[in-house]
């Protein structure tokens, strides 16, 4: 103790000035610093009660009473055989369709985008950044926007639909698949190169096999989620199921928004079910694919 006393007392005003320096979290910061957090503190403070002054919040427990109504009126399903089954039924159908048209468009086309926005692949460095540019500004915009882009050049239906999810995942789906390229092994391609096969016969054999089970997971997960998307692209006029759900909800038909509602979750569910099976056989295949190439080298 009196050793440790000795040393505390020896330390002089340089030394602690040092060790501030040194060390000035410890000191709980500069002046400086100090009066940034506060600064920042603050702004946080009045953005919050400027957030609470400008939107009413008071209106959600005014809406409360109503949303009750509402609420009632969907669990009614008394006029149920009454209903146009068959109309919103094929309206699900055109959403199903919408999407895997959509998706399938984009995986064909960013499979050989993909190649050309790999790093490995495509070594010119201003080629490559074009592509990942292009693959930008798809992805860059919602699908939504594009849905009223594409409803005021081809007219409402599903036709914009279909184009509005071909843009936004062709950007989605080239990325991806350039990074699922990226990271090819390069054993597997000198082995087919060392064969003397030509440069797109090595791209053929070396790396499609490596990649293509991720490839093709991801746009099975990119229908699933645009089976989704595409009912809310109903709403600014794609068809399917979006549209009659919305016209329902602009004639108060809440019973029968409440049962378009069911169906599209009994649709995803079952969508996911299936996906993620699928997605789940074609990872062991490629697994089971690098295991086999390790060996054989």
Request: charged letters at 15%; hydrophobic letters at 55%.
């Amino acid at each position: 103790m009196s050793g440790s006393t000795i040393r505390m007392e020896a330390l002089t005003a340089s030394d602690v000035a040092a060790a501030r320096a040194r060390f000035p979290k410890a000191f709980g910061g500069s002046g400086k610093q100090r009066a940034v957090r506060i600064g920042l503190w603050t702004a946080f403070v009045a953005y919050v009660a400027y957030l609470h002054w400008e939107f009413d919040f008071a209106r959600i427990f005014t809406g409360l009473p109503r949303l009750w109504v509402i609420v009632r009126l969907m669990v009614d399903w008394s006029g149920f055989f009454e209903w146009d089954h068959a109309a919103i039924l094929t309206a699900m159908v055109e959403t199903l369709a919408m999407a895997f048209l959509g998706t399938l468009l984009a995986a064909a086309v960013a499979l050989p985008l993909g190649f050309l926005g790999a790093r490995n692949i495509t070594v010119n460095r201003v080629i490559r950044f074009m592509f990942r540019r292009v693959f930008d500004t798809c992805r860059g915009l919602d699908q939504l926007v594009w849905a009223l882009v594409f409803v005021r050049a081809v007219g409402l239906g599903p036709i914009a639909g279909v184009l509005a999810i071909f843009i936004a995942d062709l950007g989605v789906l080239a990325k991806l698949y350039a990074e699922a390229i990226e990271t090819a092994e390069n054993g597997q391609i000198d082995g087919v190169r060392a064969t003397g096969a030509s440069p797109v016969a090595a791209i053929r054999f070396g790396v499609v096999p490596q990649v293509l089970p991720i490839m093709v997971s991801q746009a099975l997960y990119q229908f699933e989620s645009n089976t989704r998307e595409a009912t809310i692209l109903g709403f600014v006029g794609a068809g399917g199921i979006g549209l009659r759900l919305s016209e329902r909800i602009q004639i108060n038909a809440w019973d029968q928004v409440a049962y378009i509602i069911v169906l599209i979750l009994l649709t995803v569910a079952v969508l996911d079910a299936l996906s993620a099976r699928l997605r789940g056989g074609l990872i062991r295949a490629g697994a089971a694919h690098e295991l086999n190439a390790v060996q054989s080298t």
